[in-house]
């Protein structure tokens, strides 16, 4: 009788077969219950704990009924956890030309944008690789756009060059000399005057753009003839006024001037515009033996 008891009070506190278990519950339930490991109820309950667990410290995206104002919350709020406070560190693509630009200023404020967006790091770096290669790109097309007016502009220069000395004579003759000093006097007085030609000439293709010297080269053989074909045509009666004067911009034949060095160089070098400057002065040009 005792050894009865004794199993009875044994079997109580046993735990239930695994089978027995299973057994009272459906098909359903039984084919989910083997899905999961589950073969005692002992197994769901610690389970369930397990999952109480994860879900206490899960994140719970927003429903599709959340409004505007509380996605961008729950936004802000996960983007603490990855947003570097002291802004971001970007490393530069591989590939970049040596004189690339790279501005590092415009990169820190970039910075601060993704900070206030609340980027992920990694999705910042990808931000600032696509503008870097994009003002790459505009870099290498630009100077290479660069190269290529250098080039036309050397080889225009260097063709209008050769079409002077084949009109005029070589550079350090007297025929290529003059023509060149008369269109530089032409270009001066014509700009004392208000009529600044170098801009112009230099949009027509006849200069060059100014170099980092601040002095513009010939590019078409044009613009010097006219330029001398201007100088000549100011030293006659009719010409144009202003350009009578000498180089620092008063008629040295002036009856108030003082300059006899000028006078004397003048009409040794060039009678002709003597004699101009004398009648504008209202002088005879005989008292200069002209």
Known sequence: MDDQNDAAYAGEDAAPEPDAFLSGLTEDQRAFA???????????????HALQDQLSSAVMLPGES??????????????KSWTPENGYRFDLPEGLAEDFPYDQGFAEEASGWFQEAGLHPEAAQKLHDRWVGKMA????????????????????????HQALIKEYG????DGYQNVV???????????????????WFSEKGALTAAGADGLQQVA?????KLLAFIHDSALAEDGLPGLNTGGNGTNPFASDS???????????RNPAKARQMILAAGRDPALFRL
């Open 137 to 160: 790109d505009h870099f290498a097309a630009n100077t290479e756009a660069a190269h290529v007016t250098d080039q036309k502009q050397a080889e225009a220069t260097q063709a209008a």
């Open 34 to 48: 083997t899905d999961n490991g589950w073969r005692t109820a002992e197994s769901v309950f610690s389970d369930f």
């Open 181 to 199: 000093a008369k269109a530089d006097r032409a270009m001066t007085g014509l700009k004392a005057n208000g009529i600044d030609l170098s801009g």
């Open 220 to 224: 078409d053989p044009t613009a010097v």
């Open 66 to 79: 959340a409004s505007s104002d509380e996605k961008a919350a729950f936004y802000q709020d996960v983007s």
């Open 170 to 173: 070589a550079p350090d003759s």
């Open 258 to 268: 003082l300059s006899l060095k000028e006078q004397s160089e003048m009409l040794e």
